[in-house]
């Protein structure tokens, strides 16, 4: 069983919806909590960050993390065209290996105009 | 501010040549990331500098890689000899002292044939 779980859609999505994304994981060691956007052929680039559970918003961006549920999520509002991409989460344990970061496999999102 | 920059953006070698792949962090981060991303798999970590010290190396797969951080600045990964499993892509990231959140590079294509 993998340490991180998502799914890889595609998710489609028309333009101004709201685009949710999720992750589970087993590693109940687990404290912090990234969000990663990647277009083709690109690295990938930091969205959102938090340590330990609740949530964080950055403009049209929403992270929760309930690590009771060991379930965490992203909400993009007013989705755009140029939000088409895959969408990684990662995590880390803190402090111990606190800077190896498992991937989940990605989430493909496409929104259409 | 500069982010961290890769260098080459892609590499084409034999099997059993050797490649050396260069890393420049974003400046004043002390740690230093490397992963790789091979066909239809997960971004996996292979280590963790701090400064010129290797904090965690348990993702490198064997001995034929071996990563260097010259007075911790820039980072090589290289890789000798080189087997046709090797393909894939390899990132680095970087990010501030103390600091879980870590900021990628566009990557390194390796093909090897």
């Known amino acids: 069983q993998k340490e991180v779980e998502q799914d890889p859609g595609p998710l489609s999505v028309p333009e101004g919806a709201i685009v949710s994304l999720n992750c589970t994981y087993s590693?109940?060691?687990?404290?912090?909590f990234m969000w990663y956007r990647q277009y083709s052929r690109k690295g990938p680039e930091l969205l959102m960050y938090?340590?330990?559970?609740g949530n964080k918003e950055d403009g049209r961006f929403t992270a929760q993390v309930d690590k009771s549920s060991k379930y965490i999520s992203l909400f993009i509002r007013d989705s755009q065209p140029s939000d088409s991409a895959t969408y990684l989460c990662?995590?880390?344990?803190?402090?111990?290996?606190?800077?190896?970061?498992?991937f989940g496999a990605g989430t493909q999102v496409v929104v259409t105009p | 501010e500069a982010g961290v920059t890769q260098f080459p953006s892609h590499s084409v070698i034999e099997k059993g040549q050797t490649v050396t792949l260069r890393c420049d962090p974003i400046?004043?981060?002390?740690?230093l990331y490397w992963y790789r991303r091979v066909m239809g798999k997960e971004i996996k970590f292979l280590l963790h500098f701090v400064k010129e010290s290797k904090q965690d190396e348990s993702g490198m797969p064997n001995n034929r890689f071996l990563a260097e951080r010259t007075g911790g600045t820039y980072s090589t990964l290289k890789v000798q000899p080189a087997e046709l499993e090797d393909s894939g892509v390899y990132f680095c990231?970087?990010?501030?002292?103390?600091?879980?959140?870590?900021?990628f590079g566009p990557g390194t294509r390796l093909t090897v044939t």
């Open positions: 590693n109940s060691a687990f404290q912090y």
């Open positions: 990662a995590m880390s344990e803190w402090p111990d290996s606190w800077g190896k970061l498992q």
């Open positions: 990231a970087s990010s501030p002292a103390d600091r879980g959140e870590q900021y």
């Open positions: 400046s004043g981060h002390d740690n």
């Open positions: 938090t340590y330990s559970s």
